[in-house]
């Protein structure tokens, strides 16, 4: 069993929807949690970050983190076609440089 | 700021030939990383480092070599390509890696490696 697990989609939406994805992870010693977006053929970027549970908004972007539950969820409101990219959750453990990655979700948001 | 830029951008290689990938980043961080991607299996790391003089293994260490050339250049090296080893190469680059910092990773534009 991987220690993140992110289902690979391709997950279509219309203009407009919400948007949520999500991982699961097996690793308690997980506190930091992150979100990246990539695009076709770039790097990937990171969208947001938050450090143990709760949520964290940024402008469309809901991060929510559930330690109990070792879950973690990404929610786009009023998603754009620009929003089409490949969504990868990423986590750590306090004291490590080196992140865990899940193998992305594709998302593609449709006019 | 360029960030972290990544030469060749793109490769192709015949089986057993060798060949270095180049990594640099312009914003003074500690720990550099050597990622592949591959279709439905993530980024997996390579190699990382840490601080500059120091590189240890990833996930997928086997068929690269790494040097550490400074604080800003970090190399990954194929002695002698494979097909399995036909991919995209990302660099990263973070700030540090003490107990409490968010440790962001910043990614380069990627080189895409096709082994014959």
């Known amino acids: 069993q991987k220690e993140v697990e992110q289902d690979p989609g391709p997950l279509s939406v219309p203009e407009g929807a919400i948007v949520s994805l999500n991982c699961t992870y097996s690793?308690?010693?997980?506190?930091?949690f992150m979100w990246y977006r990539q695009y076709s053929r770039k790097g990937p970027e990171l969208l947001m970050y938050?450090?143990?549970?709760g949520n964290k908004e940024d402008g469309r972007f809901t991060a929510q983190v559930d330690k109990s539950s070792k879950y973690i969820s990404l929610f786009i409101r009023d998603s754009q076609p620009s929003d089409s990219a490949t969504y990868l959750c990423?986590?750590?453990?306090?004291?490590?440089?080196?992140?865990?990655f899940g193998t992305g979700t594709r998302l593609q948001v449709t006019l | 700021n360029a960030g972290v830029t990544q030469t060749p951008k793109f490769q192709v290689l015949k089986t057993g030939q060798s060949m270095t990938l180049q990594c640099a980043q312009d914003?003074?961080?500690?720990?550099m990383y050597w990622y592949r991607q591959d279709p439905g299996m993530g980024l997996r790391l390579i190699y990382y480092?840490?601080?500059?003089?120091?590189?240890d293994k990833g996930e997928v260490p086997n068929g690269y070599n790494v040097s550490r050339l400074n604080k800003r250049e970090f190399s990954l090296r194929l002695e002698s390509a494979a097909p399995s080893q036909t991919s995209v190469y990302f660099c990263?680059?973070?700030?540090?890696?003490?107990?409490?910092?968010?440790?962001?990773?910043?990614f380069g534009p990627g080189t895409r490696l096709t082994v014959l």
């Open positions: 480092s840490a601080s500059e003089g120091t590189t």
């Open positions: 690793n308690s010693a997980f506190q930091y």
């Open positions: 990423a986590m750590k453990g306090g004291t490590a440089s080196k992140l865990t």
């Open positions: 938050t450090y143990s549970s």
């Open positions: 990263a680059s973070s700030g540090g890696g003490l107990a409490g910092n968010t440790d962001t990773q910043y």
């Open positions: 914003m003074n961080h500690n720990s």
